[in-house]
C-alpha cells in the first residue's frame, strides 16, 4: 500500500519567516530595544499559554471571542467519550467547561505582565520599567496587516502615577519610529475624556457601548456609528452629543477649547484635559506630531487614563503601536494600587510598512561579510586558518563547503548577499597572500596575509 502526504500547508493566520525576513525583523526589534534599553526598562518574558481565567474578561466581549482556548489532553478516555461530546458543544457555544479547557494562548503582552507583577510585586522594586517581545495569538479573520500569531513589543511602567511615564513613553514611540525613517502621527486621548461624556450619555456603564462603537468610527463611518450607538438603546439626544464630540477638529488648542465646551465641566473630562494638556506641553518640543484626537477610544476595557495610538502617514494600514494607562489592572488579581501605563510596537504591522515604502536599509540583508573561496586541499586549510582570526575579531566569515569552480562559488556569495570575497589559489598561498574582491564596486587587491585582520569589511 503506497501512502501518500498531504501537501504541506500552514494553519491560516500564521507566516514561516526565512533568512531574509527575520534579518528585517532584528533591525526592527533591535531598534526599538535600543531605545528601550536607553530610557531604563528592563526585558521579561511570560509563557505562551496562560490560565483561561486570566484572560477571560480582560478584553470585552468582543476581545473574549478571539481568545484561543487550548482544549485539555487526555480527552480520548473512552469512559468519558459522551461527556466530552456534550463538554464540548458547550465550549464550541463559548462556555468554558472545567476539564476540557482551561487554559488559552495569550491574547496580548498586558495582562499576563499584570498577572507577573500581581505575582511577584512583594520582589519589585517600583517603579517596574519592562519591555517584553513575544508572540501573541487571536482569532482573528486574517487579511493585510492582521494576523492569527504576531509579535508584540511591548514597554510598561508600573507603580508610578506620574504624567511623566507618559511623557517618556510618547517620545520613545517618536525616537523610534525616526530612526527606522518612518513618519508617523502619534495620536492620544484619555479615557477620563470619554468617562465624562458617557457621564454626559446615560451614565458611566454606557462607557463600553459608547467606547466599542466610536472604535470603529475610521472602520464603519459616522452613520454606522450612531446606528450602534442606537441599538445600544444610547437615547437620540446623547447621540447628538455624541455625534457634536465627534465632530471637533482643528488644531490641538482649538480641540481643546471645543473639548471644553462639550465636556470640561464634567469632573472626569476636565481631569482628562488637564492630564491631554500636560502631555501635549511636555512633548512640544521633542515630537514633530502629537495629535489630540478626541475620536481616539481603544476599545479594551481596562484604559483608565491617557491612550496612545500610532498610524504611518505614508501607507494605508491599520495602527502600527497604541497603549494607555491601566491603573485598575493589577487589581483584577487581587492587588489593587499598583498603577501602570504601557505602549505597544506592531512589529508585523510596521514590517509590512517599512518593506512597501522601502525603508529597509542596503546592509540590513547582510549576514555573512567575507566568503573565502575553496580551490583545493592545501588553500582551503590556509583560507580556514585565517576565517577563524577574522572570526575572532568579529567578522562574519565562512568557508565555500567543497572545491568548486569560481562560478559557483560567485553565484553563492551572490545570492546570499555576501560582499567580500577572499580568493586563496596557489599563487597567493605560495606568496603568503590573499586576493579580496569588493562584490558591490568590483574592486580587487591582493595584501599579505599577515594583514588580513587589519582589514576592514
Same mark, same amino acid.
Given at each position: 500500500?503506497?501512502?501518500?502526504?498531504?501537501?504541506?500547508?500552514?494553519?491560516?493566520?500564521?507566516?514561516?519567516?526565512?533568512?531574509?525576513?527575520?534579518?528585517?525583523?532584528?533591525?526592527?526589534?533591535?531598534?526599538?530595544?535600543?531605545?528601550?534599553?536607553?530610557?531604563?526598562?528592563?526585558?521579561?518574558?511570560?509563557?505562551?499559554?496562560?490560565?483561561?481565567?486570566?484572560?477571560?474578561?480582560?478584553?470585552?466581549?468582543?476581545?473574549?471571542?478571539?481568545?484561543?482556548?487550548?482544549?485539555?489532553?487526555?480527552?480520548?478516555?473512552?469512559?468519558?467519550?459522551?461527556?466530552?461530546?456534550?463538554?464540548?458543544?458547550?465550549?464550541?457555544?463559548?462556555?468554558?467547561?472545567?476539564?476540557?479547557?482551561?487554559?488559552?494562548?495569550?491574547?496580548?503582552?498586558?495582562?499576563?505582565?499584570?498577572?507577573?507583577?500581581?505575582?511577584?510585586?512583594?520582589?519589585?522594586?517600583?517603579?517596574?520599567?519592562?519591555?517584553?517581545?513575544?508572540?501573541?495569538?487571536?482569532?482573528?479573520?486574517?487579511?493585510?496587516?492582521?494576523?492569527?500569531?504576531?509579535?508584540?513589543?511591548?514597554?510598561?511602567?508600573?507603580?508610578?502615577?506620574?504624567?511623566?511615564?507618559?511623557?517618556?513613553?510618547?517620545?520613545?514611540?517618536?525616537?523610534?519610529?525616526?530612526?527606522?525613517?518612518?513618519?508617523?502621527?502619534?495620536?492620544?486621548?484619555?479615557?477620563?475624556?470619554?468617562?465624562?461624556?458617557?457621564?454626559?450619555?446615560?451614565?458611566?456603564?454606557?462607557?463600553?457601548?459608547?467606547?466599542?462603537?466610536?472604535?470603529?468610527?475610521?472602520?464603519?463611518?459616522?452613520?454606522?456609528?450612531?446606528?450602534?450607538?442606537?441599538?445600544?438603546?444610547?437615547?437620540?439626544?446623547?447621540?447628538?452629543?455624541?455625534?457634536?464630540?465627534?465632530?471637533?477638529?482643528?488644531?490641538?488648542?482649538?480641540?481643546?477649547?471645543?473639548?471644553?465646551?462639550?465636556?470640561?465641566?464634567?469632573?472626569?473630562?476636565?481631569? %482628562?484635559?488637564?492630564? =491631554?494638556?500636560? #502631555? !501635549?506641553?511636555?512633548?512640544?518640543?521633542?515630537? $514633530? &506630531? /502629537?495629535?489630540?484626537?478626541?475620536?481616539?477610544?481603544?476599545?479594551?476595557?481596562?484604559?483608565?487614563?491617557?491612550?496612545?495610538?500610532?498610524?504611518?502617514?505614508?501607507?494605508?494600514?491599520?495602527?502600527?503601536?497604541?497603549?494607555?494607562?491601566?491603573?485598575?489592572?493589577?487589581?483584577?488579581?487581587?492587588?489593587?494600587?499598583?498603577?501602570?501605563?504601557?505602549?505597544?510596537? %506592531?512589529?508585523?504591522? =510596521?514590517?509590512? #510598512? !517599512?518593506?512597501?515604502?522601502?525603508?529597509?536599509? $542596503? &546592509? /540590513?540583508?547582510?549576514?555573512?561579510?567575507?566568503?573565502?573561496?575553496?580551490?583545493?586541499?592545501?588553500?582551503?586549510?590556509?583560507?580556514?586558518?585565517?576565517?577563524?582570526?577574522?572570526?575572532?575579531?568579529?567578522?562574519?566569515?565562512?568557508?565555500?563547503?567543497?572545491?568548486?569552480?569560481?562560478?559557483?562559488?560567485?553565484?553563492?556569495?551572490?545570492?546570499?548577499?555576501?560582499?567580500?570575497?577572499?580568493? =586563496?589559489?596557489?599563487?597567493?598561498?605560495?606568496?603568503?597572500?590573499?586576493?579580496?574582491?569588493?562584490?558591490?564596486?568590483?574592486?580587487?587587491?591582493?595584501?599579505?596575509?599577515?594583514?588580513?585582520?587589519?582589514?576592514?569589511?
Amino acid at each position: 500500500m503506497t501512502l501518500y502526504m498531504a501537501k504541506p500547508s500552514l494553519p491560516q493566520g500564521t507566516r514561516d519567516f526565512g533568512p531574509e525576513t527575520v534579518r528585517k525583523r532584528n533591525y526592527i526589534l533591535d531598534t526599538i530595544k535600543s531605545v528601550f534599553e536607553l530610557y531604563g526598562f528592563q526585558p521579561l518574558e511570560t509563557p505562551a499559554m496562560e490560565n483561561l481565567d486570566t484572560l477571560m474578561g480582560k478584553y470585552g466581549d468582543e476581545g473574549d471571542k478571539l481568545i484561543f482556548k487550548i482544549l485539555n489532553n487526555g480527552l480520548e478516555n473512552p469512559a468519558r467519550q459522551e461527556q466530552v461530546k456534550e463538554d464540548f458543544e458547550l465550549v464550541l457555544k463559548g462556555k468554558n467547561v472545567k476539564g476540557i479547557t482551561e487554559r488559552a494562548l495569550k491574547y496580548d503582552l498586558t495582562i499576563p505582565f499584570a498577572r507577573y507583577v500581581a505575582m511577584n510585586h512583594a520582589q519589585l522594586t517600583f517603579p517596574f520599567k519592562r519591555y517584553q517581545i513575544q508572540p501573541v495569538w487571536r482569532a482573528d479573520r486574517p487579511q493585510k496587516g492582521r494576523y492569527r500569531e504576531f509579535y508584540q513589543c511591548d514597554a510598561d511602567v508600573v507603580g508610578s502615577n506620574s504624567l511623566l511615564n507618559e511623557t517618556e513613553l510618547t517620545i520613545i514611540y517618536a525616537t523610534v519610529f525616526s530612526k527606522l525613517g518612518l513618519n508617523v502621527q502619534i495620536r492620544i486621548n484619555s479615557r477620563k475624556i470619554l468617562t465624562g461624556l458617557a457621564e454626559l450619555c446615560g451614565g458611566a456603564d454606557k462607557m463600553p457601548d459608547i467606547t466599542i462603537a466610536i472604535d470603529k468610527l475610521d472602520k464603519i463611518g459616522l452613520e454606522k456609528v450612531k446606528e450602534e450607538l442606537a441599538n445600544k438603546k444610547i437615547a437620540a439626544e446623547n447621540i447628538t452629543i455624541i455625534e457634536t464630540y465627534l465632530a471637533i477638529t482643528g488644531t490641538n488648542d482649538q480641540k481643546i477649547k471645543a473639548l471644553k465646551e462639550v465636556v470640561g465641566k464634567n469632573e472626569q473630562g476636565k481631569k %482628562g484635559i488637564e492630564e =491631554i494638556e500636560s #502631555v !501635549l506641553s511636555s512633548t512640544r518640543y521633542a515630537c $514633530d &506630531d /502629537v495629535s489630540f484626537d478626541p475620536a481616539l477610544a481603544r476599545g479594551l476595557n481596562y484604559y483608565t487614563g491617557i491612550i496612545f495610538e500610532v498610524k504611518a502617514k505614508d501607507v494605508q494600514m491599520g495602527s502600527i503601536g497604541g497603549g494607555g494607562r491601566y491603573d485598575d489592572l493589577t487589581g483584577l488579581f487581587g492587588v489593587p494600587n499598583i498603577p501602570g501605563v504601557g505602549i505597544s510596537f %506592531g512589529v508585523d504591522r =510596521i514590517y509590512d #510598512v !517599512l518593506a512597501e515604502l522601502k525603508l529597509f536599509p $542596503d &546592509d /540590513v540583508h547582510v549576514g555573512t561579510q567575507v566568503l573565502f573561496f575553496n580551490l583545493g586541499e592545501k588553500e582551503s586549510n590556509k583560507s580556514f586558518e585565517l576565517l577563524q582570526q577574522l572570526r575572532q575579531q568579529g567578522v562574519r566569515s565562512e568557508l565555500f563547503h567543497e572545491t568548486a569552480k569560481f562560478d559557483k562559488q560567485f553565484k553563492y556569495a551572490e545570492k546570499k548577499n555576501i560582499p567580500y570575497v577572499i580568493i =586563496i589559489g596557489e599563487k597567493e598561498l605560495n606568496e603568503n597572500t590573499c586576493n579580496i574582491k569588493n562584490l558591490s564596486s568590483g574592486e580587487q587587491k591582493t595584501i599579505p596575509a599577515g594583514e588580513l585582520i587589519k582589514h576592514t569589511f
